[in-house]
């Protein structure tokens, strides 16, 4: 049973950093990881990709500024957050899967989520 367990959210001014840590269990090192997103009143979505080899993916309206990693000895994923702005505002979830391709596809069935951390960037 996969477990999830996200942190590190909090209130950010414009401009800001944010470092997020989801420490996960029971996940192949060869599985793709990622980081997704809850904007208030809109669907969870993809933000930042992780394959097990390393290559990584973003939705461009983080690309430059966000920053996906994986400590597999640490079973940690982390997601470092700079230059942040009002628009990255939401509850942001980590998950994993087979391979990228799956984690973009918004039916891609995922066996549980972790509870999510809360991220708000002041307007």
């Known amino acids: 049973q996969v477990q999830l367990v996200e942190s590190g959210g909090g209130l950010v001014q414009p401009g800001g950093s944010l470092k997020l840590a989801c420490v996960y269990t029971?996940?192949?090192?060869?599985?793709?990881m990622g980081w997704f997103r809850q904007a208030p009143g809109k669907v969870r979505e993809w933000v930042a990709l992780?394959?097990?080899?390393?290559?990584?993916k973003y939705v461009d309206s983080v690309s430059g500024r966000f920053t996906i990693s994986r400590d597999k000895v640490a079973n940690t994923l982390y997601l470092q957050m700079n230059m942040m702005k009002p628009e990255d505002t939401g509850v942001y979830y980590c998950?994993?899967?087979?391979?990228?391709?799956?984690?973009?596809?918004?039916?891609?069935?995922?066996?549980?989520w972790g509870q999510g951390t809360q991220v708000t960037v002041l307007s």
């Open positions: 998950n994993t899967g087979p391979d990228w391709f799956a984690l973009t596809m918004p039916n891609y069935e995922y066996d549980t």
């Open positions: 029971t996940i192949s090192d060869t599985d793709a």
């Open positions: 992780i394959t097990g080899g390393g290559d990584t």
